[in-house]
C-alpha cells in the first residue's frame, strides 16, 4: 500500500500505542519486495490501486498508489492518511514517491520522496540513488542525534533499494510470474533513517476478488523483518516485528509486465491482527512506444 513515500510513512503518528502498532505495520508494508533480476524484456504497464488498512477489524487508513512502467523509465506515487477514531488522535497523512530507469529489464531507482505530517510536525525524507547506492540523504527537520540508535554507516547505504522500489518484486524468466519462484528472494532497503532487510518464503497460492479490478491468482509469501543499523534496540515494535514469523504478503501482477506488487499483508500484534488490503487494483498493459518517423 504503498506504502512510502508511501502510504506506509503516512501513518506514523507518535500518540496512542496502536497508532505506533499500524505506523510500524505499515511501514513495512511498503518496503515488501523487490526489483531484482535483469531479464532483457521491455515491457509496460500501469496500475491504479486503492487500498484499506485495519486493525482488529476495524478501518484505521486509507491510501492510494499509482505506477507507471515504460520501456525505459518508472515512476511510483502514493498518498494516504488516517481515518476514523484514529485520525481523530493522530490526524495523520502523506504522500511519497520513487523514480528511475529500466535497463536491460530491471528497475534501477534515481531518487524517492516522502512527507508525512501529524498534529504534532511534518517531515521530509529525500534520497538520491546510483545504481543501488545512496549518493545522497536527508531528512528535513534533521532529528536529534539518539545515542542509543545503531549507527548506519557508508557501507549499509551500499547496494540498496528505497522503500517504494523494493515494493515492485521483478520475477525473472518467461513463465508466468506469480508462482511460488516470485517468493525466492530478499531485499536490502534504506528509507532515509534506518537500513533492514525483507526476506520471502513461499507459503501458497490463493485466488483474489478486489472491490473494483483484479481478479484472479495472488502468490503468498511469508514476509521476515531484518533490522540492521539506524534503530533502536530496546524498542518494543522493532523486537516484536523482528520476532515474527507468521507475517504473510500476497504479491498481484501489473498487467503487461513481469513485476507484481503488494496485494494484501497481514500481521498479528497484540492489539490484533493489523491487514493493509486493495480494494480496487485496475492495471493495464500498455502498447509498445512507436519510434517517431521524420
Known amino acids: 500500500m504503498p506504502a512510502t513515500s508511501h502510504f506506509a510513512q503516512n501513518l506514523r503518528p507518535a500518540s496512542p500505542r496502536p497508532a505506533r502498532?499500524?505506523?510500524a505495520i505499515c511501514a513495512l508494508g511498503l518496503a515488501w519486495g523487490l526489483a531484482w533480476g535483469a531479464v532483457p524484456a521491455a515491457a509496460q504497464g500501469k496500475l491504479e490501486a486503492q487500498y484499506e488498512a485495519s486493525l482488529a477489524g476495524i478501518p484505521v487508513?486509507?491510501?492510494?498508489?499509482?505506477?507507471?512502467?515504460?520501456?525505459?523509465?518508472?515512476?511510483?506515487?502514493?498518498?494516504?492518511?488516517?481515518?476514523g477514531l484514529l485520525k481523530s488522535f493522530t490526524g495523520g497523512s502523506g504522500t511519497g514517491a520513487s523514480q528511475g530507469r529500466v535497463?536491460?529489464?530491471?528497475?534501477?531507482?534515481?531518487?524517492?520522496?516522502?512527507?508525512?505530517?501529524?498534529?504534532?510536525?511534518t517531515e521530509e525524507?529525500?534520497?538520491?540513488?546510483?545504481?543501488?547506492?545512496?549518493?545522497?540523504?536527508?531528512?528535513?527537520?534533521?532529528?536529534?542525534?539518539?545515542?542509543d540508535r545503531i549507527v548506519v554507516t557508508d557501507a549499509h547505504r551500499r547496494g540498496v533499494w528505497d522503500p517504494m522500489t523494493a515494493s515492485l518484486l521483478r520475477v525473472p524468466g518467461t513463465g508466468d510470474p506469480v508462482s511460488p519462484e516470485a517468493c525466492h528472494s530478499s531485499a536490502p532497503v534504506f528509507d532515509g533513517r534506518m537500513r533492514y532487510d525483507l526476506k520471502l518464503d513461499f507459503k501458497r497460492m490463493e485466488t483474489v476478488k478486489a472491490e473494483k479490478g483484479y481478479r484472479g491468482p495472488v502468490v503468498v509469501c511469508a514476509i521476515y523483518f531484518v533490522p540492521v543499523a539506524g534503530y533502536i534496540p530496546d524498542r518494543p515494535v522493532i523486537k516484536y516485528l523482528a520476532a515474527q514469523r507468521n507475517m504473510e504478503i500476497a504479491f498481484a501482477p501489473v498487467a503487461g509486465t513481469r513485476i507484481l506488487v503488494p496485494f494484501w499483508l497481514k500481521v498479528p500484534?497484540?492489539?490484533g491482527p493489523a491487514m493493509l488490503e486493495a480494494t480496487s487494483f485496475i492495471t493495464t498493459a500498455q502498447p509498445p512506444r512507436v519510434a517517431k518517423t521524420q
Open 61 to 83: 487508513g486509507k491510501g492510494g498508489w499509482n505506477i507507471d512502467i515504460q520501456d525505459d523509465v518508472f515512476s511510483a506515487a502514493a498518498a494516504g492518511g488516517t481515518t
Open 103 to 121: 535497463v536491460g529489464g530491471a528497475l534501477v531507482a534515481t531518487g524517492y520522496q516522502a512527507s508525512t505530517t501529524t498534529q504534532k510536525k
Open 269 to 271: 500484534t497484540p492489539l
Open 125 to 147: 525524507i529525500r534520497i538520491t540513488l546510483d545504481k543501488g547506492n545512496v549518493k545522497d540523504f536527508a531528512i528535513l527537520p534533521e532529528p536529534p542525534v539518539d545515542p
Open 21 to 23: 502498532w499500524l505506523a
